[in-house]
């Protein structure tokens, strides 16, 4: 009763701000509005949150759908108005690329499955391309209306809600559940990339699926649960062979931590097995399309493209900044791919974006985006404490299996996209998901036992950020002094030292007192 009124409306006024005939559109978008409420709120009665969950997805769909609108509208206006996609309202470069070339593909005759072919090379793996040619020709013929497909992108990154607040429940219960939907709904980063036509909204609506799918077949041994598992792991393949791979291994882990003494079925792995190297062939074709990492097989090719990705990005850091490139040159050759690792994982850097001089839009959504991975960023280096102190037996194995996991990909993404404050992130995002998990444990169990800890690292946190202030502020803004380099770091590091000495001392302290 209330969904048909409310589509058919948006689809008026979107239609209003679109070109093209404004008919057609208004069927196209109102169309699509219907079927993003009637799966969401499908999803939202399945899994039985209430109204809480209700707002839960209704906030994640807004947020998205609204920032993408905006963005699109704003950029163009109020964004750097000399950059080809700001100018056509696209906040990502692989966006704007993959988008023009899916109307290139909708507006022609050949066949939608060409977006698999390596004259499309703007999208490696093809599955998004297609997606977004086949939207374009059949629900947009006439005019390339961009703000559907941001449109199916909020819906996308507001879906895997549903998925993660059920299996989350299930498997830790309503606290756990309720902190890690909040996280994962209302993430900076998480709203931006689902405001825009990437497939990372798509990857975490995939991993929620294959999230449910597991848990449920573990609780419940339901294997009609494995259809959802199953239909992740496809659309994975199709959107990002890589993620597949490494979802695998996440489960892959979870059911060895999870089952007595480390076994599980042999059907199981013969199934993991057979995905993993059909995504292995996937992987490497895709990569390899334009035939220059051959050698060596599908493992030859994924090694490869990750040590010249590795040699590309510290190349692109250094070229990029005048003091990185001084440094590098100081500093040992062994120094430098520790030191991309650990200027990645800070990315995006608060200070800098408070401080940088920039647009107001793009000061508005680089604020955002940093201090949204600066709130999480304590929870996920607590996450191994925290799992080992709030769970028992399988349960803290698997929350201590998840941390590790979470923790290389920070790293290996810190490395893949060195310091661009953009890729970075966004590689990062990509299995936010388990990081929403770890980060609602933390949150649960600092409310249960408000350890000191928890302030101890967020103390430390702050103490890089002031330190890292001073420096940015006097590199823009001439204001106070600026220390070596090598200084400031040495600075940070006997003030945490401090901290963390401090800490211990008290804590033992209180064990005695106690005793």
């Known amino acids: 009763m209330w969904s048909l009124p409310l589509s058919l409306a948006a689809g008026a006024g979107l239609s209003s701000i679109q070109p093209g005939n404004w008919f057609i559109g208004w069927l196209g978008f109102s169309f699509l509005f219907l079927l993003s409420l009637f799966l969401l709120a499908t999803s939202i009665r399945w899994a039985g949150g209430g109204k809480m969950l ?40 692989d966006a704007y690329r993959r988008d023009a070339q899916a109307w290139e593909l909708a507006d022609s005759d050949r066949p939608i499955l060409d977006a698999f072919n390596s004259r499309f090379a703007y999208d490696q793996y093809g599955g998004l391309l297609a997606f977004s040619a086949f939207t374009y020709r059949y629900l947009s013929p006439d005019e390339h209306r961009v703000l559907m497909l941001v449109l199916i992108s909020a819906l996308m990154g507001a879906l895997g809600t549903s998925f993660l607040w059920k299996a989350v429940n299930l498997q ?5 559940a309720t902190a890690s939907g909040w996280i994962f709904a209302l993430y900076p980063e998480s709203i931006l990339l689902g405001g825009s036509a990437m497939r990372e909204p798509y990857l975490l609506a995939f991993s929620a699926f294959c999230l449910w799918g597991f848990v449920d077949w573990q609780v419940h041994q339901n294997k009609k649960s ?22 695998l291994i996440i489960l892959g882990g979870w059911m060895y931590f999870s089952n007595e003494r480390g076994r599980f079925p042999w059907w199981a792995a013969v199934g993991l097995i057979v995905i993993f190297l059909a995504g292995m ?62 200027y990645g994982v800070l990315q995006p850097v608060l200070p800098a974006i408070i401080i940088a001089p920039t647009t107001v ?67 990062r995002t990509i299995l936010f998901m388990w990081q929403a998990i770890l980060a609602g444990h933390v949150w649960v169990w600092w409310r249960e036992t408000r350890n000191a800890w928890v302030g101890r690292v967020v103390l430390m946190e702050l103490v890089l950020m002031l ?38 001392f008290r804590d033992r302290t209180r064990r005695g007192h106690s005793v």
């Open 226 to 247: 494995l259809g959802w598992l199953a239909l992740g792991i496809a659309g994975m393949l199709l959107v990002s062979p890589s993620i597949a791979l490494v979802t």
């Open 54 to 93: 209700a707002w839960m997805v209704a906030l994640a769909l807004a947020l998205r759908f609204i920032g993408g609108v905006t963005t699109y509208l704003t950029l163009p206006i109020l964004g750097y108005v000399d950059d080809e996609e700001q100018s056509a309202g696209f906040t990502y470069t």
């Open 467 to 504: 330190v890292f202030g001073e420096w940015y502020a006097n590199r823009y803004l001439h204001l106070g002094f600026q220390l070596p380099f090598i200084w400031m770091v040495a600075l940070i590091l006997g003030m945490w030292l401090l901290v963390v000495g401090w800490g211990i």
């Open 172 to 176: 830790w219960g309503g606290k756990v």
């Open 281 to 342: 062939f996937l992987l490497s074709s895709a990569l390899d399309r334009q035939g220059n990492l051959g050698g060596g097989g599908p493992l030859g090719v994924i090694q490869n493209f990750i040590r010249e990705s590795f040699k590309w990005n510290v190349y692109k850091i250094e070229e990029g900044s005048g003091w990185v490139q001084k440094l590098f040159d100081e500093m040992p050759g062994w120094m430098q791919m520790p030191f991309v690792m650990v």
């Open 361 to 427: 839009i793009w000061k508005v959504i680089g604020i955002l985006r940093a201090a949204g991975w600066y709130m999480l960023l304590p929870a996920l280096i607590l996450s191994l404490g925290a799992g080992s102190g709030s769970s028992t037996g399988k349960r803290r194995s698997v929350i201590l299996w998840l941390s590790v996991v979470v923790w290389g990909w920070v790293l290996f993404t810190a490395l893949r996209g060195g310091g661009d404050q953009w890729d970075n992130p966004r590689y």
